[in-house]
């Protein structure tokens, strides 16, 4: 399985842009990017998808490499509530059943 | 709509007995996979089921067994429960089981083993 590598945490100011990256260095073709978080004491909760081209939607916008090999999540301006645990997660096209999450990044939005 | 339901959403258990938990997926999603989530591992995949049938599972030891009915609702079952089962046990469920279908998680049930 394609894994994904991303920094343990990553800190910002509120009502500033964060940009959480994510490594997938092994990416297959038919691999589609996802994005979850999971805030404290809840299940993770959808974000954001992609295959190849960037995408936004009104939580956040995923920014794609070319060569797809890795990705940048961001937030346009972050917010207290937008601390969580943030997964990257490649979902094959085909077989996306066995979804493989890593650690995640943990953000911490600062007053 | 309401949200992929699970239930219990906790409970206690003795090493060596054995736990059923249960998952109602959203209405018209036909996938439902399972995770376990401990502080020292992350979110580990457990298993998943598509139409009734596992199409994926995951490196856990065979006391963990799942299943899923014909109208999507799905257990899974651990026996001979260990100390170091006890964990967060998400499940998700998705419309389809391919690579663009977005997958939404309940809150889990917190199962802890004395």
Known sequence: ???????NSMESNEEEPVHLPCNHSTISGTDYIHWYRQLPSQGPEYVIHGLTS????RMASLAIAEDRKSSTLILHRATLRDAAVYY???RDLTNAGKSTFGDGTTLTVKP | KAGVTQTPRYLIKTRGQQVTLSCSPIS????VSWYQQTPGQGLQFLFEYFSETQRNKGN???R???RQFSNSRSE???????LGDSALYLCASSWGDRGLNTIYFGEGSWLTVV
């Open chain 2, 76 to 82: 899974m079952n651990v026996s001979t429960l260990e």
């Open chain 1, 54 to 57: 960037n995408v936004n939607n």
């Open chain 2, 28 to 31: 018209g999603h036909r996938s």
């Open chain 2, 64 to 66: 963990f067994s799942g």
């Open chain 1, 1 to 7: 399985d394609a894994k994904t590598t991303q920094p």
């Open chain 2, 60 to 62: 856990f030891p065979g």
């Open chain 1, 88 to 90: 990257c997660i490649l």
